[in-house]
């Protein structure tokens, strides 16, 4: 029996295909995967997150997205979308398009248990190659724990671990307290 290794396109090709896509894919160096939906619990602390950021950087030179912006890591030839993202004005986007963010400096991924792996492992690592990027959070949906990343000087991240729902979570890269009670609100473990 022959195995067939999957079909490798090219950026161009990925780029053209989710132009006409309903649904949103990754790009990993060559391979196009499917993201897929999420649960009530991840939906509700995406928006909670979006909101509180959203909120607290009002006015200040920022842009804060959720889960439909994409952005471009060309060290690792992907192209992802994370859960929230935040990235300083001016906006810097790939070299002709309009749509692909490069410049995040905060990224946050609201866990599931199919992307549990991925997201800390090599996600983190390709997050890291942006020159720009400071800070990452991983947020569980099953419990409330988030395990925080803060970029310290090159090649040095600082790891601190929330549990619970009291106190606040400190975020250096956008002088920003979220409490850990309001980015898991409605919530239910």
């Given at each position: 029996?022959?195995?067939s290794?999957?079909k ?14 309903d ?44 889960t439909?912006?994409?952005?471009w ?9 994370p ?15 309009t ?54 000087r ?14 606040n ?21």
């Amino acid at each position: 029996m022959t195995v067939s290794s999957p079909k490798t396109y090219t950026a161009e090709e990925y780029l053209a295909s989710e132009l006409e896509s309903d649904l949103r894919h990754e790009f990993r160096n060559g391979e196009i995967i499917e993201m897929t939906g999420g649960t009530p619990a991840h939906n509700e602390i995406n928006g909670n997150l979006l909101m509180l950021l959203k909120l607290a950087l009002r006015g200040q030179p920022y842009w804060v997205f959720v889960t439909d912006q994409r952005l471009w890591l060309p060290e690792c030839n992907l192209y992802t979308y994370p859960d929230v993202m935040v990235a300083a004005k001016p906006l810097q986007l790939q070299e002709g398009r309009t749509d692909t963010v490069m410049n995040a400096i905060f990224v946050a991924e609201v866990l599931s248990k199919s992307t549990r792996s991925y997201d800390l492992d090599e996600k983190f690592a390709a997050y890291r190659t942006i020159p720009t990027f400071q800070e990452y959070l991983l947020i569980d949906q099953y419990s409330p724990q988030v395990s925080h990343y803060t970029k310290q000087r090159d090649n040095q991240w600082l790891f601190t671990d929330y549990a619970g729902m009291e106190g606040n979570l400190h975020c250096s890269s956008v002088a920003v307290e979220i409490p850990l009670a309001e980015l898991y609100g409605n919530v239910e473990f």
